[in-house]
């Protein structure tokens, strides 16, 4: 992770660590104009960003850490955020706090201080501490801290000028901090002392024989070996150190401070001592909350107001949120209506892409027969890859385009943590995390994004379920094919207003059968093949925030529309080459695509769907969005030429192909329940590291997949059989 | 007073922790949340299925389901 300085050029590593959704990818993408995704829910950031910011002509490169409550390395977001800060070869070390919750927050500042003296205090959030009459006394805070301390709102860029300022006067040597630091327990105080003096010696500032001695205490044998090679020698080797160590570990086994007891009486200090630091510098500027925290005997400087003004707007919202009888069916109902509005608000817009598209489509033809050009060329061309083009971008984009600001609204609100908690305890009773609803979430955007999203979970039993069982979740190209076939088949003649929300409520079902399916999977993954019991979890539910309207829609608008061009170009045009070509190349009396879906006719009839629909998900593999597209080209190579400038004229190309209601209904189910695409399936196999689970992240869905689509086809025809 | 667990508190009440008997990771997790003896809790919010529930600790809202809530002793 080291990185090589340039001393000719003033480069400076800032390392960024902060704990969970204080705003530090906020600050990040401030200053470097990067546009890492953000969110008000914890643990969103799962990989180190890096990106450039330029200061008064030197260079920064910053490094986005993931959040942490602790630098103890308990988890694997812990251990990456503890080695940087340690061996990363950071100039400074920024650590984003949150203002409204600043006592939590100096827990992981001072273990950050203990590390390294170069640190400075980020706390952010200064506009929504506001809000909630929260005064923060930032002068006193740094006088204590003896690290310089800024006030910044990051949404807005507040602040951020300021704390450059006192970064590039660290990295200069300008400021000289004077960290506090923590006190132990005196037996360990003086325990500690010569190891640390032994240590001194040898470390010659390269690490912190502070911290280090504790650690040696701590017998972390892995950190141990790590520590070793970045030193290039083993401490443990030295026999003087080894003395020391063993000395202070007998002074504390006098003393009865086993492990456990150390370990507990090192957090607690550092809690306290985070506690003091903020006593007296915290002051709320409307006394009238404090009803609920008499006798808590920190009322003038700690910020345990749960009661207070301050924070019973948000409980007031909890109440309606995440309450017993409230809770679930406004999930729900929030569902739906963002459901509606993406059906609704998609219709006009993908009819007019479509018209201007096709229109296009036509003067290429106008053009090609004008140059005269061979029918060949103008099929590949046109017929392939500008149609298949068209299809994807005027019914893809206007749903995605919809989908996701609302979506993003209210992941910036703060809501998507809320249905972890409300759904954790089925995910408890399936025996796996109630994190995975986050992943989940992520799912819908990409399923390949939900897959890297489950490393927010600590338990590598529940990461695995979530992974293997993130494809329930329609995703992205997914979705679009589902409210077209919804339309074509269920709603198309109803009109007006029954018939969006019918497909709402259709729409509704498909994605709640693949959540029922999910925990039913996760269930039976933990009685079989990942047995075990559900691991201990703990979720923080952030404060709410006002998204910020204007700025959400746009950026996600701009980002999904690229998005989709970006995959239409990638993937849709190549397909659409490469399956026309299957198309109009005949063998026989047939062409190469319908020779390959004539052989699985009989297959996907057993499942209710045919050849041309099973090939189409087979083919369909890079990317779910060309489903659609593929099986209208293999539908029309057999003969009628026919403009598809609507899903009306597809219904009528559907039908005319054998379509009906139960094909639709199958079709729909199966594109819920089947493989994962390319792309999903690489990300496992990463993030997995295993071939075994990625086949099983293949096989699981694909078979149940078959399974229900078996089940029904077989259904409907017992019932036409009785009903004749 | 006779020793409870944070398990015992209905929405709106709060106690001080008394100790951990918590093992391994979650009781460290709860420690670098602030939740060390002497800390005060509150009860916050059940969740629709009465688990997990929310509870206030320093400033923020941490959602602990009851296996784990029934190790953390207050007064």
Redesign the interface.
């Known amino acids: 992770m080291g990185m090589d300085k340039n001393s000719e050029t003033e480069e400076f590593i800032i390392a960024l660590a902060g704990n969970p959704n204080v705003g530090k990818s906020t600050v990040f993408n401030a200053l470097t104009g990067m546009n890492q995704h953000t969110g008000n829910w914890p643990g969103k950031t799962v990989s180190n960003a890096q990106g450039i910011h330029h200061y008064r002509g030197n260079d920064y490169i910053l490094v986005d850490l993931p959040g942490t409550?602790?630098l103890?390395a308990?988890?694997a977001e812990e251990e990456i955020a503890r080695d940087f800060i340690l061996f990363g070869g950071a100039d400074t070390t920024i650590v984003v706090c949150d203002a409204?919750?600043?006592?939590?927050n100096l827990?992981l500042v001072l273990q950050v201080m203990e590390i390294t003296p170069q640190v400075v205090v980020c706390v952010n959030l200064m506009d929504e501490a506001k809000k909630k009459n929260i005064v923060v006394d930032l002068e006193a805070i740094e006088k204590d801290l003896g690290v310089p301390v800024v006030g910044t709102s990051a949404r807005s860029g507040k602040g951020l000028k300021e704390m450059m300022k006192k970064v590039e006067a660290l990295c200069n040597g300008t400021i000289k901090p004077d960290p506090r630091k923590v006190h132990y327990q005196q037996t360990i105080e003086e325990a500690i002392a010569p190891l640390e003096q032994a240590l001194d010696d040898r470390l010659h500032g390269r690490l912190n024989s502070r911290w280090l001695s504790l650690r040696l205490l701590e017998r972390d044998d892995a950190f141990i070996a790590k520590t070793g090679r970045y030193l290039g020698f083993d401490l443990m080797a030295d026999k003087e150190v080894q003395d020391a160590v063993h000395a202070a570990r007998k002074a504390l086994g006098k003393q009865n401070i086993t492990l456990e007891k150390l370990?507990?009486s090192i957090?607690?200090c550092i809690?306290?001592s985070?506690e003091e630091a903020v006593m007296g510098n915290i002051s709320f500027q409307r006394n009238a909350g404090c009803a609920?925290c008499e006798g808590?005997?920190?009322c003038a400087g700690?910020?345990?107001?749960?009661?207070g003004a301050a924070?019973s707007r948000?409980?007031k919202i909890?109440?309606i949120l995440?309450?017993?009888?409230t809770?679930?069916p406004i999930m729900i109902a929030l569902l739906c209506v963002v459901l509606w509005l993406t059906i609704t608000g998609s219709n006009y817009p993908s009819q007019w892409l479509a018209d201007g598209l096709f229109w296009v489509q036509d003067r290429l033809t106008d053009f090609f027969s004008w140059l005269g050009s061979p029918d060949w060329v103008h099929g590949i061309l046109v017929l392939g890859i500008y149609r298949v083009l068209a299809w994807v971008v005027s019914v893809m984009l206007p749903p995605m385009a919809i989908f996701f600001p609302l979506f993003t609204l209210l992941e910036d609100f703060g809501y998507l943590p809320r249905v972890a908690?409300?759904l954790?305890?089925?995910y408890?009773k399936a025996k796996a995390c109630?994190k995975q609803a986050l992943t989940m979430c992520m799912g819908f955007g990409c399923n390949s994004v939900g897959v890297i999203g489950c490393r927010i979970i600590?338990s590598p039993r529940e990461r695995l379920i979530a992974i293997i069982t993130n494809n329930f979740v329609p995703c992205n190209g997914r979705f679009p094919t589902l409210i077209a076939i919804i339309s074509m088949f269920f709603v198309g003649t109803l009109g007006g207003a029954y018939e969006s929300l019918l497909s709402t409520l259709m729409l509704a079902g498909v994605i709640i059968l693949g959540i029922l399916l999910t925990f039913a999977v996760s269930r039976f993954l933990s009685e079989t093949i990942l047995k075990g019991e559900?691991?201990?979890?703990?979720?923080?539910?952030?404060?709410y925030r006002t998204p910020q309207i204007g700025k959400v829609i746009v950026r996600s608008i701009f980002d999904r529309t690229l998005f989709v061009l970006g995959r239409a170009v990638t993937v849709a045009a190549p397909a659409g080459l490469i399956i026309w070509i299957l198309a109009n190349i005949t063998v026989g009396d047939m062409s190469l695509l319908n020779h390959c879906s004539a052989f699985l006719d009989p297959f996907a009839r057993l499942l209710g769907m045919d050849g041309v629909i099973l090939l189409a998900f087979i083919l369909g593999f890079p990317a779910n969005e060309i489903v659609v597209p593929i099986m209208i080209m293999a539908y029309l190579s057999g003969g009628s030429i026919m403009e598809l400038s609507s899903l009306g004229e597809l219904k009528t190309l559907l039908v005319s192909n054998g379509w009906t209601w139960a094909t639709a209904v199958s079709t729909l189910l199966f594109c819920l329940i089947h493989w994962p695409c390319s792309t999903t399936c690489l990300t496992i196999k990463k993030e997995t590291g295993s071939l075994k689970w990625t086949a099983l992240s293949v096989f699981i869905p694909t078979a149940i997949g078959i399974t229900v689509c078996f089940l029904f086809t077989s259904a409907v025809h017992i019932l036409d059989q009785l009903i004749l | 007073m006779s020793k409870n667990n944070l398990t015992c508190l209905q929405e709106g009440e709060s106690a001080r922790v008394v100790s951990l008997l918590n093992t391994g990771t979650i009781k460290r997790r709860l420690q670098d949340l602030g939740l060390v003896e002497g800390t005060q809790v509150q009860c916050i919010q059940k969740s629709p299925w009465g688990d997990p529930v929310a509870y206030g600790i320093r400033g923020a809202v941490i959602a602990i389901r009851t296996e784990d809530a029934q190790g953390i002793l207050i007064n």
């Open positions: 409550y602790s103890m308990h988890s409204t919750c600043l006592e939590r827990n370990k507990d957090v607690s809690v306290f985070a609920g808590c005997g920190c700690c910020s345990i107001h749960t009661d924070a948000d409980r909890d109440k995440i309450s017993k009888y809770g679930i908690f409300n954790d305890h089925q408890k109630g600590d559900p691991s201990s979890f703990t979720l923080e539910l952030p404060p």
